[in-house]
């Protein structure tokens, strides 16, 4: 169980304090799926950093299983965005991704052993020796998991992990995640810009209104698992999911009630809800 | 070996053997000149050859043909240079590091950084005769002050210019200080670190013979002042040959060493571009 409560962080001092986020409260339960949206600037990563043990709060904590994150928790995973440069072109993928063992496991071919098995759950099984720079994008962003993934986390934090890979690649990685957490079960945050992605693999989406970080909406996505990239976005459900995700991002009043809605009777009462009088 | 690689391989044979054609050229063209003025200042390379040949390498077998004025003279100027560079790096590595992940001392330090760099270092010299004996302690001395800042500012250049990103990776999968260090900050400050001592060696070519000039009783320079007393110009001629031929073998070395230790650099600088 991940708990955030009042989570406040602002930079610079206190004159020209910049607030990224406000009074953030979230619970993310063992092996739930969290998308985090938002437009840019709503304090996304700084939520991740923090949650990350990266970065201390300004106030407000963060829990994980019961013990206050005060530093980077143990069995945490974390897939930063740029894989080009969170990826050390000095070492292979192999060492790359054994990297986070260095901690926690002796002995150089041990820690080998684990890297290959890593790389072998994301479908790199031959790449180990190679270094990242000779891989494509896509690959070097599996490389990246596999890293993540290698000390077998319980959290796993993914900071908008596919925002530089095409579209193809991408929706082959987001079934990736989606696979990796149907079978280990870890509880994964992950932050995006992409309104899709956040309802196609979430459980729940969170959408954070800029300038300060603050949670607009908790939607659940009770889409059925295993999702699919063709038949899930063809649901009613989902359409209409995103676009309810996509007027929040915008900042568009929706429905009334401002949580959980209920998908399973859907289109008319719900297309005329947002064009409600005096909203614009 | 595919056809790419053959192709690759006799187009590098190609451009060594142009920039040898090159050479051998202006070598043959100096030869003839030399001879037709027959100029006691200008002597031809043939000369310079053998000369060359008697006074350094015409010893005994045993001495890889070396003569004792080449052991005498060369080897300890090749010491003083190898010296002078392992002190700095021992120094000006692990300094370089530690001001270039420390920004607030660099800041305060900064002003006496710039000073010591800018002092030229033969000016430098006649304190250390004072300060030192005479002899290789004098002229390590030299060198160090020489090439310290070249590596040094180059050091913490590099070290200051780690990707924030790759270190907060590092401490995302909570690597120790240490092992931050050693497996992030040193390999990605190393081209850095590479360039600075590419300039180290250079300059410590020219702080060698500079101090052997002014104060020693033996070495490269040593030898240089004596024949430039007896107006001994092949002699001249020869050293300046083989202080050259010493800088490129020097530098083809370091180059090697660095060919080895930065391969990842070199390809994924070729990947991105």
Redesign the interface.
């Known amino acids: 169980m991940l708990e955030v409560t009042d989570l406040t962080r602002a930079y610079g001092t206190a004159g020209s304090a910049h607030l990224a986020l406000k009074d953030v409260s979230l619970r993310v339960a063992d092996g739930e799926l969290v998308s985090i949206v938002g437009p840019s600037g709503c304090g996304k990563s700084t939520l991740l950093r923090c949650v990350?043990g990266?970065l201390p709060p300004t106030s407000g904590q963060v829990v994980l299983n019961g013990t206050p994150v005060t530093r980077?928790p143990?069995r945490?995973g974390?897939v930063?965005q740029?894989y080009?440069?969170?990826l050390?072109?000095?070492?292979s993928v192999r060492d790359n991704v054994a990297?986070?063992l260095?901690?926690t496991m002796r002995g150089r071919p041990a820690r080998r052993q684990a890297a290959a098995a890593s790389l072998a759950a994301v479908g790199l099984t031959d790449a180990g020796h190679r270094?990242p720079?000779?891989l494509s994008g896509g690959m070097q962003q599996r490389v990246a998991i596999a890293?993540a993934l290698a000390?077998d986390p319980v959290l796993l934090l993914m900071d908008e992990p596919f925002g530089s890979v095409d579209a193809q690649t991408r929706e082959d990685l987001e079934d990736l995640i989606l696979r990796v957490r149907a079978e280990r079960g870890i509880t994964i945050l992950l932050v995006t810009h992409d309104i899709d992605e956040s309802v196609y693999v979430g459980d729940r989406v969170i959408v954070l209104t800029p300038g300060p970080g603050q949670i607009r909406a908790d939607l659940a996505a009770p889409l059925p698992q295993p999702r699919d990239q063709i038949t899930t976005k063809e649901l009613p459900e989902f359409v209409h999911l995103r676009s309810e995700v996509s007027r929040l991002v915008r900042g568009k009043p929706l429905a009334p009630s401002d949580d959980t809605p209920a998908p399973s009777d859907d289109t008319p009462a719900r297309a005329a809800a947002p064009a409600k009088p005096g909203a614009s | 070996m595919n056809v790419r690689d053959l192709a690759v391989s006799a187009a590098r044979r190609l451009r060594w053997a142009r920039q040898w054609l090159v050479l051998a050229t202006a070598v043959g063209l100096w030869q003839l000149w030399a001879e037709s003025r027959k100029s006691a200042f200008f002597p031809p390379p043939s000369a310079i050859g053998s000369r060359m040949h008697q006074l350094w390498f015409s010893g005994p077998a045993s001495h890889l043909f070396l003569t004792s004025n080449a052991t005498g003279n060369i080897l300890p100027s090749l010491e003083r240079i190898l010296l002078g560079l392992g002190i700095v790096i021992v120094v000006g590595v692990p300094l370089g590091i530690a001001l270039g992940r420390s920004p607030a001392v660099t800041a305060f330090l900064d002003p006496l950084l710039q000073f010591g760099r800018s002092i030229p270092v033969v000016t430098a010299a006649p304190v250390f005769i004072a300060l030192f004996k005479i002899g290789t302690q004098m002229e390590v001395a030299t060198i160090v002050a020489g090439t310290i800042w070249p590596l040094l500012l180059n050091t913490i250049d590099g070290a200051a210019s780690v990707?924030p990103?790759?270190i907060?990776?590092?401490?995302?999968?909570?690597?120790?200080g240490w092992?931050r260090l050693t497996?992030?900050i040193l390999?990605?400050a190393?081209p850095k670190i590479f360039a600075g001592l590419r300039l180290a060696l250079s300059v410590s070519l020219i702080l060698m013979v500079f101090s052997e000039l002014i104060g020693s009783s033996n070495g490269i320079g040593y030898e240089m002042t004596n024949a430039s007393n007896a107006f001994d110009l092949p002699t001249l001629w020869a050293v300046l040959v083989l202080l050259g031929i010493l800088g490129y073998v020097l530098n083809a070395i370091l180059y090697g060493i660095e060919n080895v230790a930065l391969a990842?650099?070199r390809?994924?600088r070729q990947?991105?571009s």
């Open positions: 990350a990266l980077v143990g945490l974390v930063f740029d080009s440069r969170s050390y072109p000095w070492l990297l986070p260095r901690r270094y720079w000779q890293r000390c | 990707d990103v790759q907060q990776t590092a401490r995302a999968f909570r690597l120790s092992q497996t992030v390999p990605s190393m990842w650099h390809g994924a990947h991105t």
